[in-house]
C-alpha cells in the first residue's frame, strides 16, 4: 500500500469561516482582504486590526470588535500563537518519527512539506485567522488502514508534547478535548452520535 502525506494528526474543527482575503492583491490599507471577514461586505479602510504582522480591515467597528476577540480569546492565541505552533508542530513530528507504532506512515513523506501543511492546519483548527486549505481529514486518511490504537499514538505523541512545552493542563485538556472530536474522520469509521 502507498503511503500517503496527509496529515495524521487528528485535529479539525474550530476554525472561522472567513471569506475574501488575497494576500497578492492589498489594498492601500495594507490589508490582506476585500471583504469583512465578519459579514462579507465591503471594507472600510478606516477600520483595521493588526494580528501577528497581518492587517485585517472590516466593514464596522462592530465586526472589528468581533474578530478581535475571537482571535485573542482563541485557543490558538492562549497557546502562544504562531511561535508555540511551531514548536509544538517541530517537537511532535520527533516524537511522531521516533514512535515505531506510526512512523512507518512517514517514511515517503516530504517531512519539510508535512511540518509546513500541519502548521498551517493546527493554527487554524485552533483559531487563527488564517484559513487551513488543505485536504479534509476523512479525505486525507481515506487510504491509510489507520487503527484505533495509531490514532492513540498520536494523540499520546500530541499530549507529551504540549505537556513538554509546559503548556497549562487546561488548554491541554481543551485540545485534547477537539482531538477526540476527530477519531471519526481520522479512522474513516461512520460518525457517533
Given at each position: 500500500?502507498?503511503?500517503?502525506?496527509?496529515?495524521?494528526?487528528?485535529?479539525?474543527?474550530?476554525?472561522?469561516?472567513?471569506?475574501?482575503?488575497?494576500?497578492?492583491?492589498?489594498?492601500?490599507?495594507?490589508?490582506?482582504?476585500?471583504?469583512?471577514?465578519?459579514?462579507?461586505?465591503?471594507?472600510?479602510?478606516?477600520?483595521?486590526?493588526?494580528?501577528?504582522?497581518?492587517?485585517?480591515?472590516?466593514?464596522?467597528?462592530?465586526?472589528?470588535?468581533?474578530?478581535?476577540?475571537?482571535?485573542?480569546?482563541?485557543?490558538?492565541?492562549?497557546?502562544?500563537?504562531?511561535?508555540?505552533?511551531?514548536?509544538?508542530?517541530?517537537?511532535?513530528?520527533?516524537?511522531?518519527?521516533?514512535?515505531?507504532?506510526?512512523?512507518?506512515f512517514?517514511?515517503?513523506?516530504?517531512?519539510?512539506?508535512?511540518?509546513?501543511?500541519?502548521?498551517?492546519?493546527?493554527?487554524?483548527?485552533?483559531?487563527?485567522?488564517?484559513?487551513?486549505?488543505?485536504?479534509?481529514?476523512?479525505?486525507?486518511?481515506?487510504?491509510?488502514?489507520?487503527k484505533?490504537?495509531?490514532?492513540?499514538?498520536?494523540?499520546?505523541?500530541?499530549?507529551?508534547?504540549?505537556?513538554e512545552?509546559?503548556?497549562?493542563?487546561?488548554?491541554?485538556?481543551?485540545?485534547?478535548?477537539?482531538?477526540a472530536?476527530?477519531?471519526?474522520?481520522?479512522?474513516?469509521?461512520?460518525?457517533?452520535?
Open positions: 500500500m502507498k503511503k500517503t502525506s496527509a496529515l495524521l494528526t487528528p485535529l479539525i474543527l474550530v476554525s472561522f469561516a472567513f471569506t475574501g482575503f488575497a494576500a497578492d492583491d492589498e489594498k492601500k490599507t495594507g490589508a490582506v482582504n476585500e471583504k469583512c471577514p465578519m459579514t462579507g461586505k465591503a471594507i472600510n479602510p478606516e477600520c483595521t486590526f493588526d494580528f501577528e504582522e497581518v492587517t485585517y480591515a472590516f466593514c464596522s467597528g462592530k465586526c472589528r470588535g468581533e474578530f478581535k476577540g475571537k482571535v485573542t480569546d482563541s485557543l490558538y492565541s492562549q497557546l502562544g500563537g504562531k511561535a508555540a505552533i511551531d514548536a509544538a508542530v517541530d517537537l511532535f513530528y520527533t516524537k511522531v518519527l521516533a514512535d515505531k507504532r506510526v512512523n512507518f512517514f517514511e515517503d513523506t516530504n517531512m519539510k512539506r508535512q511540518h509546513n501543511k500541519q502548521k498551517q492546519f493546527l493554527s487554524a483548527a485552533l483559531g487563527s485567522p488564517v484559513p487551513y486549505e488543505g485536504m479534509d481529514m476523512r479525505k486525507g486518511h481515506a487510504n491509510m488502514d489507520l484505533e490504537e495509531h490514532f492513540n499514538a498520536i494523540a499520546e505523541n500530541l499530549q507529551a508534547t504540549l505537556e512545552l509546559k503548556i497549562k493542563p487546561e488548554l491541554i485538556a481543551k485540545v485534547m478535548a477537539v482531538v472530536t476527530t477519531k471519526d474522520d481520522v479512522l474513516n469509521r461512520p460518525k457517533s452520535k
